[in-house]
């Protein structure tokens, strides 16, 4: 069961961008590293959940708010006024040559899933954000933020598809049902692994 997320206090927001801006790499480089500092990081994230907010694309496990998913449905627009709230987060985080820092790391690693995708024009559910509050981790509710979309990319027979920059997370994924088909290097900055979801569906036929 989904619950759309309509309004979010300020401190679940920021809690959600401190899970992201100080995740444990262990010995991995992340693109965190891309990031002038943990609270640049971290502003961008709640800038991203500010805007998944806006755009409609925010869900959550329950009322109690366990975990959170933000995921783009094909057709779904973003307004200029949504986009607001992420532009100021990074913008807000940065000076500007650690943006154009930032830029120049970002454009090292090539088109991503969704991107070819959109060239082949082929529709997607497109998964931006996967978030277990910090103090719910460990308790099965990655599995159930996932099945969010996944039940959704069922309903309508298309794939679901995310990027992550840990290889821990990406094993996690893999674990509860993604198959991991490219990964993008960014240097010294570490790797975007590649992942998709094929609806159930599809898995059938094809046995």
Do not use: W
Request: proline share 3%.
């Amino acid at each position: 069961m989904s619950v759309k997320v309509t309004v979010l206090d300020e401190a679940t927001i920021q809690n959600i961008g401190h899970a992201f801006g100080y995740y444990d790499y262990g010995g991995e480089h992340g693109l965190i590293d891309a990031f002038p500092s943990r609270d640049a990081a971290k502003a961008f994230i709640c800038g991203y959940v500010r805007m998944a907010l806006q755009s409609g694309m925010l869900y959550t496990t329950s009322e109690n708010g366990e975990g959170y998913i933000a995921y783009k449905m094909p057709g779904q627009k973003v307004r200029l006024k949504s986009v607001l709230p992420l532009a100021k987060g990074l913008l807000g985080s940065m000076k500007f040559k650690e943006l154009i820092r930032f830029a120049k790391i970002m454009s090292k690693g090539g088109s991503g899933l969704n991107k070819q995708f959109d060239k082949k024009k082929k529709p997607y559910i497109y998964v931006g954000l996967v978030c277990v509050l910090e103090q719910f981790q460990g308790q099965g509710y990655m599995r159930k933020v996932l099945d969010m979309a996944f039940a959704e990319g069922n309903r309508l027979k298309i794939p679901v598809i995310l990027d992550t920059d840990a290889k821990s997370k990406c094993d996690k994924y893999i674990h509860l049902g993604m198959e991991l088909v490219g990964t993008r290097h960014f240097g010294e900055y570490g790797v975007l692994y590649d992942l998709i979801k094929y609806p159930d569906s599809e898995k059938q036929d094809n046995k």
